[in-house]
């Protein structure tokens, strides 16, 4: 049985700091790229970041980057996202999204939602002004 499992997100000060954390379990972890989504009340789920399955390509919206980074640790099935700089409208529901990824695009990241099989609950990151 295929589990992802979110977790770190919280309340924070505008300018403040988290680190969400993404276990899978039931997959064999370092053949599937992965990526964070997030969805705030009343708007579309949007792509945030996402990581080959080698970890050696990444990509992040133009909202984030420069102050979040995604990474992850195949050893430890876990991927992560640095959040640094919040600001209010960072405020959304993170979620945490894997697909398999055959051997000749290791270094292939996907953006698109429907692009995933495995989906996380998600996890609240609330930034206030």
């Known amino acids: 049985q295929v589990q992802v499992v979110e977790s770190g997100g919280g309340l924070v000060q505008a300018g403040g700091s988290l680190r969400l954390s993404c276990a899978a379990s039931g997959i064999n972890f370092s053949s599937y790229a992965m990526a964070w989504f997030r969805q705030a009340p009343g708007k579309e789920r949007e792509s945030v970041a996402a990581?080959?399955?080698?970890?050696?390509?990444?990509y992040y919206s133009d909202s984030v980057k420069g102050r979040f980074t995604i990474s992850r640790d195949n050893a430890k099935n876990t991927v992560y996202l640095q959040m640094n700089s919040l600001k209010p409208e960072d405020t959304a529901v993170y979620f945490c999204?894997?697909?398999?990824?055959?051997?000749?695009?290791?270094?292939?990241?996907?953006?698109?939602?429907?692009?995933?099989?495995?989906w996380g609950q998600g996890t609240q990151v609330t930034v206030s002004s």
């Open positions: 990581i080959s399955r080698s970890g050696s390509s990444t």
């Open positions: 999204a894997a697909t398999r990824s055959p051997t000749y695009s290791a270094n292939r990241y996907y953006t698109e939602s429907y692009e995933y099989d495995f």
